[in-house]
């Protein structure tokens, strides 16, 4: 399945593993790599050595391009900058912050920069300052969120830049990267289908939720605070949000959500961890390798192509 995005990133399939905190680890990146996509190493708040010993340890278990998602609001943002130029990775993608202060370094080094926009005014910013493409992140994603649905956001930020447009959010089967394909994206970025497989080494009390969730089961906590983030419910978030009712302060709610994502993917705290999820949940099913789940998402694409192939009379 060749398109824009599979010549730029030199990737079989047009699929992009999300950059998940304390979930897209060395054994993940590679499995997605390995499998013909694109494998992508968290770094998160993570200091620069551990994420020098991740990337180097994918190396080790595959020699396609993967690349490496940088919080731009972490205290380590300048040095895991530098540490990706040295360690030759190929490709950035970047969230929660603008990347031009390290446009120019990445550009230099070769690297392909792919910044997560949730907006048009974004993306246009981000294809000005050099960016190859972008991650058009709708609102039914896991984790933090915007406020725009995936099916109205990708096909506005289609129209607004001229570099390739990744689609996100909502996205987990052969129909959704068909249905991203058909809005004008040039490939889609999954976080949620990735935490059921059997690469993932998140907990198993996380999978089991995952696997067992209702299109009902995601809550998103943090409105009131401006920065809105979707998990399963659980205490937790029954919590945050009776907590949000009351007008509580951001530093109380902080303080209930402190160390809550670490905990539910290394602890299996499924009750008092943050176990940051997609509303496709409900469509995930059943634990892969990533080599199944992804042959099985572009087989059905190719289907669902082929079948609208006859539609016409």
């Keep these: 399945m060749k398109t824009a995005l599979t010549e730029l990133l030199h990737i079989e399939y047009p ?66 900058a530098n540490l990706l130029v040295e360690e030759k990775v190929p490709v950035v993608t970047t969230g929660a912050g603008n990347p031009g202060t390290f446009m120019k370094l990445w550009k230099e080094a070769g690297m392909k920069v792919i910044p997560v926009v949730a907006s048009v005014a974004m993306a246009k910013m981000m294809q000005r300052s050099g960016a190859d493409a972008v991650i058009a992140e709708g609102c039914e994603s896991g984790g933090h969120i915007g406020e725009t649905t995936t099916m109205a956001l990708v096909p506005q930020v289609v129209d607004a830049v001229q570099i390739p447009v990744i689609g996100a ?38 999978k089991k939720k995952v696997l067992k969730a209702k299109d009902i089961d995601t809550a998103v906590t943090g409105r009131s605070t401006g920065h809105p983030v979707r998990q399963l419910r659980n205490r937790m978030t029954r919590e945050y949000l009776e ?30 961890g943050s176990m940051m999820s997609g509303q496709i949940a409900g469509m995930v099913k059943k634990e892969q390798t990533c080599k199944e789940m992804l042959e099985e998402i572009v087989g059905e694409a190719e289907n669902l192509f082929r079948e609208a192939a006859t539609w016409e009379k």
């Excluded at 992009?16 to 054994?27: D, I, P, S, T």
């Excluded at 249905?179 to 889609?188: E, H, T």
């Excluded at 690469?199 to 996380?206: G, K, L, R, S, V």
């Excluded at 994502?261 to 290394?266: G, I």
């Design 169 to 206: 959010g909502g996205i987990g089967d052969g129909r959704g990267l068909a249905a991203a394909l058909m809005l004008g994206a040039s490939g889609v970025q999954m976080g949620t289908r990735f935490l059921v497989a059997r690469e993932c080494t998140i907990h198993e009390n996380y």
């Design 15 to 80: 699929i992009l593993q999300g950059g998940m905190a304390w979930v897209a680890e060395h054994n993940l990146a590679a499995a997605v790599s390995n499998a013909g996509g694109l494998g992508i190493i968290a770094a998160a708040n993570a200091p620069v050595e551990v994420v020098r010993e991740e990337i180097r340890k994918a190396k080790e278990m595959t020699d396609r391009p993967f690349g490496v998602n940088v919080m731009l609001l972490s205290p380590h943002a300048e040095e895991i």
């Design 243 to 272: 907590m949000e009712k009351e007008g509580k302060s951001f530093e109380e709610l902080e303080l209930l959500t402190l160390g809550s994502l670490r905990r539910a993917v290394q602890e299996g705290d499924t009750d008092g």
